[in-house]
């Protein structure tokens, strides 16, 4: 059992805000994560993928990439489709540049289409990458379908466990906060890692903070990130059921304070019983 806590990007409290400079201050903090945002854009260059994939390795940090967010999958225009499919396949090369396990992204909108269509859409493309890192020699990185937090994208747990038992290479990237906001303020941890067992995942994905939603029909919307001591939803449950189950998990604090609650989810472990 290991588990792994970091922010998603750069440390907000490191003096050199860059990304050698973050991996420098997340060692000092004593934290072992860091997902790096490709926000909008792949700005890394390969060297600087290999660069900080280096340091990472000797920091013991283990690193993981959220491609950027102009990624619609269940699109039905072929250019929004191809161009979100070269993000996340730069995404990838990049990831095996630096030797990140993951990359994480959002699969689309259902824009009014079905669910059947909608899944059709995602699976064949999700095909279609996991192909393409082939064809570029990438064994070792995953695709990481993130549970979104709303009524409007594809991607609840269920459909990305569907995706990722039928496409080798695509597992759950678990966003508690996201099913909490779309189920309309309700989570049952319990529930998502029993669901999570048909997989038999080695390692679990997941990103935390708090969540402000909005209500919306059949459930809710996400609306804006809040620190995890808002308390919606609870990190302290996650964390006992994590133990309970000897799980191996990476935790990504999205946060507004970043690496500050990584450091609160330590603490909470540790008062656990867990020893880092």
Request: proline letters at 4%.
């Amino acid at each position: 059992m290991k588990i792994y806590l970091g922010p998603g990007g750069n440390c907000i409290t490191a003096k050199d805000r860059t990304t050698i400079g973050s991996l420098k201050h997340l060692a000092e903090l004593k934290l072992n994560a860091q997902e790096i945002e490709f926000v909008r854009n792949v700005y890394l260059t390969s060297n600087a993928a290999k660069e900080i994939g280096s340091l990472a390795s000797e920091l013991k940090i283990k690193l993981s990439i959220h491609a950027p967010y102009f990624v619609n999958l269940c699109s039905t225009d072929r250019k929004v489709v191809e161009a979100s499919k070269q993000r996340i396949t730069d995404s990838a090369v990049r990831a095996d540049e630096m030797k990140a396990y993951i990359v994480v992204f959002h699969p689309g909108y259902y824009a009014g289409q079905s669910l059947e269509v909608a899944y059709d859409a995602v699976k064949k493309r999700c095909e279609d990458l996991v192909d393409k890192l082939k064809e570029k020699g990438i064994k070792n990185v995953l695709l990481g379908l993130e549970t979104t937090g709303k009524m409007s994208q594809f991607g609840t747990l269920d459909e990305n466990i569907k995706i990722s038992k039928e496409v080798k290479g695509c597992v759950p990237a678990v966003d508690p906060a996201h099913i909490f906001a779309r189920q309309g303020g309700k989570i049952d941890y319990a529930e998502i890692f029993d669901r999570l067992e048909q997989l038999k995942l080695e390692h679990v994905h997941m990103h935390f903070s708090g969540i402000k939603w909005r209500p919306a029909k059949g459930g809710g919307n996400e609306w804006y990130h809040l620190e995890v001591k808002s308390n919606q939803p609870p990190f302290e449950p996650l964390a006992r059921e994590i133990l309970k189950r000897k799980l191996d998990v990476t935790i990504i604090s999205e946060s507004p304070v970043l690496e500050q609650d990584s450091l609160h989810m330590v603490k909470t472990f540790e008062e656990l019983d867990y020893k880092f």
